[in-house]
């Protein structure tokens, strides 16, 4: 494939991958076009100019902001807030929609949003990104609500950027600790929501190794991207047994056919800022990365890095999307030709909205959980979508993805049949 071509492909990612992988679905659920644009289209769309003087107050830039809401009809709008220089509409249109079957397949009570910062935050201090943050809620504020739309973590965004956000709100709406997930557990966060998307991916993929008959106890995993997701996935699967040979963030990854120690790269990365410099291991390139022999693939950074000129490389058996549409559609068609079992992102990082849901409930409620319990309500929830994506798959002679899509479009549907909009 040229160069040219593949930025293409991987471009398409967020703008077209989402309707290419729905139309599966609809055409297995025999859906006319007004169900199609009814499930489409997004209920709201916001872009903001944020100007802010930045580098010692000389220099004054202004930054574009998003939220897109797509669907409410099972609930309020939920998704992520990321902080990133590649952040467009489209691609946040995207993942707006993700987030509405991504709840209503783990079946949660929440709609499906998402919002983002068109920003490299690394070039901003610690008190412009406070700023920008707040001056982002300031402009937002007429369409956020607890029972509206509740905003979380994502791509360079934390419990901190959060903190600021719930903070920013509550100035005009009293406190209000509901109004994000994903806060610092002293501000009314959640014991065990750091790390549910993680886990939860670790638990996805014991589900998958058994269902395809390969024991997760020395299964060789590859992790691309070491980030809270990468990391705590990586983390609770050494633990439960199997062997990380594989891992990388920004700067490239590593590489030991004995396996690596998890926690000491966990514990290096969180001193330094990344993995440049760990001791152990072979270093390789992310794109090397991909092709290493192993069991499982786990990619857990950005859109679209498995694309058509690294698919063929691949050698794994069973492929975990912790990241949001990691796979182009192209490869994935070709991925699924050769017999690799892809669990779809709406299944596998599901983990992060279904401890947000906790979260938001306790600060309703007002009532602490304890960590154990997050963790078993969320494998609760996981295990039960899992099996109704199976039996469907099986059902019907479709793919997980396609399947995951099926339960999910019939869900949002019936909701917006019963609601009469």
């Not at 000129?309 to 559609?329: Q, Y």
Request: hydrophobic share 40%.
């Amino acid at each position: 494939m040229s160069k040219n071509n593949m930025k293409e492909e991987i471009s398409c990612c967020c703008h077209d991958n989402q309707t290419i992988f729905l139309d599966k679905a609809i055409k297995q659920l025999g859906l006319n076009t007004d169900q199609k644009q009814l499930l489409l289209h997004s209920f709201r769309e916001i872009s903001v100019q944020i100007p802010l003087k930045v580098g010692g107050g000389e220099i004054t830039h202004t930054f574009t902001g998003y939220r897109v809401q797509h669907n409410h009809a099972r609930g309020p709008f939920k998704g992520g807030l990321r902080y990133h220089p590649d952040v467009q509409i489209d691609e946040i249109r995207a993942l707006a929609q993700l987030m509405t079957w991504k709840t209503a397949l783990v079946d949660i009570p929440f709609g499906g949003a998402k919002g983002g910062i068109s920003v490299d935050p690394s070039l901003l201090s610690i008190e412009e990104l406070e700023t920008l943050t707040r001056r982002f809620v300031q402009k937002m504020e007429p369409v956020l609500g607890v029972n509206e739309d509740i905003p979380a973590p994502d791509v360079n965004t934390n419990p901190q950027v959060m903190a600021w956000f719930f903070d920013e709100y509550s100035k005009t709406n009293g406190s209000v600790p509901g109004i994000v997930t994903g806060k610092p557990i002293e501000l009314g966060g959640l014991k065990g929501r750091l790390e549910a998307t993680g886990y939860g991916v670790a638990y996805i993929t014991s589900l998958a190794l058994e269902q395809i008959n390969i024991p997760l106890k020395g299964a060789k995993v590859v992790i691309q991207g070491f980030g809270n997701v990468g990391s705590y996935a990586a983390l609770r699967l050494q633990a439960m047994g199997a062997s990380i040979v594989g891992i990388s963030d920004k700067d490239g990854g590593l590489f030991d056919a004995e396996g690596i120690d998890i926690k000491a790269a966990a514990q290096f990365a969180q001193k330094t800022g990344g993995l440049k410099g760990f001791f152990e291991g072979k270093l390789i390139s992310n794109v090397a990365l991909l092709a290493l022999p192993c069991d499982v693939l786990i990619p857990a950074a950005l859109e679209g890095t498995v694309h058509c000129d690294t698919e063929a490389d691949v050698k794994a058996k069973l492929i975990i999307e912790a990241a949001n549409m990691p796979i182009t559609h192209m490869a994935d068609d070709k991925l699924r030709k050769r017999g690799v079992t892809i669990v779809p992102d709406i299944l596998a990082n599901a983990g992060g909205v279904i401890a947000s849901y906790f979260e938001w409930v306790q600060n309703i409620q007002r009532f602490e959980w304890q960590r154990s319990v997050v963790q078993e309500r969320m494998e609760e929830h996981l295990s039960r979508a899992y099996k109704d994506v199976v039996a469907l798959a099986k059902e019907t002679d479709v793919d997980l993805r396609t399947a995951a899509y099926q339960v999910s479009v019939s869900r949002v549907l019936r909701a917006i049949e019963l609601r009469g909009f």
